[in-house]
């Protein structure tokens, strides 16, 4: 039982409980978002978004591909918005953050011959054996 718990207080096990419900609460703001503002937005514009009603026959049988189709531009929109207000803003952040560090210096090279890359201080390459210029 030790080792359980040590397991379940371990930071991974936390942060992954957390990020669980922070992604679920967050996947229902951006839901609301794209049902409330968004398709009524769209609405507003070119008409009725709602395609519930779509369907087609094919020998007495009938597909209802209008629900699919509202799940595919609900899908777009959440991608959307998910990518608009969250991804790119956070992006940019990170992009600022970083622009002042200098890049790590290279751990490896290419070796002429055979183009495989090799730890920067060998000699010989480990694949074709050819000598490395220094």
Known sequence: MKGFKQFMLRGNVLDLAVAVVMGAAFGAVVTALVK???????????GKP???????????????IGDFINALVSFLLIGAAVY???????NTIVARARRGQ?????TVKKCPECLSEVPIAARRCAFCTSPLPS
């Open 36 to 46: 409330d503002l968004i398709t009524p937005l769209i609405a507003a514009i070119v």
């Open 50 to 64: 709602d395609f519930a009603r779509i369907a087609f026959t094919i020998h007495n049988s009938i597909f209802p």
């Open 84 to 90: 608009f207000l969250v991804v790119l803003p956070v």
């Open 102 to 106: 200098t890049p790590p210096d290279p």
